[in-house]
T-cell receptor
C-alpha cells in the first residue's frame, strides 16, 4: 500500500501570496489531519477532516483553511502569507477519526519558505 | 488545554548504551499516546502506540510505558545504535482526535 503523499515537497513564496498544499491519504483512510512544524513552536495541530467535513480545528488564524474531497484527498490553503508561516506542513491519515487503536500515518511533509 | 513536555531536549550517548526518554502530559483524559521518530527534514514514523487502557508496548529494542494517572510515559531504547539517531516525539490523542505533541528529544548515538 502506498503511504501518505504530499505535494509539492518544497515551495518558496513571497509575503502576501497564497499557497495550496495537497495531501493524498493511504488508500482506504478517510481521516486526514494537518500539522505545522516550526523550530520555535514545534508540531501544532491545524485541522482534521473526515468525510469532507472539518471535525476539529487548532488555534490558527482564518488565513489557514482546508478542504477534503470525496476521494479523501485533502488540500490546505494559506492566504496572505507571512514570514512566520515558513514551516514544514505535515499531513497524517488514519482509517477513521475516533478509533483509539489506530495510529496516524504521516506524509513526508511540504517545506514552505516565505520570503 | 493539554500540554506535553519531553525531557531531556537533547541526549548524546555512546553506542550500545540503554537509554530512557521521558514524556509528561497535563490532562490524563487521553485516548492513547504515541511515540514517533523524525529524521532531519523528514516526516514522522510511528514507533509505538499505547492505548489508554494499556501499561506498555514493545517493538524490538523499544519499550514504551504509560502511567495515565500520573501523566507520564517513557520510551526505553535498548542497546542503542548510531541508526537510532533522530528526534523522538511523543504525542497524546484526546477525545477530539487531535494529537498534541511534545517538543521532542534529539538523540545522538555515537559510534
Amino acid at each position: 500500500k502506498a503511504g501518505v503523499t504530499q505535494t509539492p515537497r518544497y515551495l518558496i513564496k513571497t509575503r502576501g501570496q497564497q499557497v495550496t498544499l495537497s495531501c493524498s491519504p493511504i488508500s482506504g483512510h478517510r481521516s486526514v489531519s494537518w500539522y505545522q512544524q516550526t523550530p520555535g513552536q514545534g508540531l501544532q495541530f491545524l485541522f482534521e477532516y473526515f468525510s469532507e467535513t472539518q471535525r476539529n480545528k487548532g488555534n490558527f488564524p482564518g488565513r489557514f483553511s482546508g478542504r477534503q474531497f470525496s476521494n479523501s484527498r485533502s488540500e490546505m490553503n494559506v492566504s496572505t502569507l507571512e514570514l512566520g508561516d515558513s514551516a514544514l506542513y505535515l499531513c497524517a491519515s488514519s482509517p477513521a477519526p475516533k478509533g483509539n487503536q489506530e495510529t496516524q500515518y504521516f506524509g513526508p511533509g511540504t517545506r514552505l519558505l516565505v520570503l | 488545554k493539554q500540554e506535553v513536555t519531553q525531557i531531556p531536549a537533547a541526549l548524546s550517548v555512546p553506542e550500545g548504551e540503554n537509554l530512557v526518554l521521558n514524556c509528561s502530559f497535563t490532562d490524563s483524559a487521553i485516548y492513547n499516546l504515541q511515540w514517533f521518530r523524525q529524521d532531519p527534514g523528514k516526516g514522522l514514523t510511528s514507533l509505538l502506540l499505547i492505548q489508554s487502557s494499556q501499561r506498555e508496548q514493545t517493538s524490538g529494542r523499544l519499550n514504551a510505558s504509560l502511567d495515565k494517572s500520573s501523566g507520564r510515559s517513557t520510551l526505553y531504547i535498548a542497546a542503542s545504535q548510531p541508526g537510532d539517531s533522530a528526534t523522538y516525539l511523543c504525542a497524546v490523542r484526546d477525545a477530539g482526535n487531535m494529537l498534541t505533541f511534545g517538543g521532542g528529544t534529539r538523540l545522538m548515538v555515537k559510534p
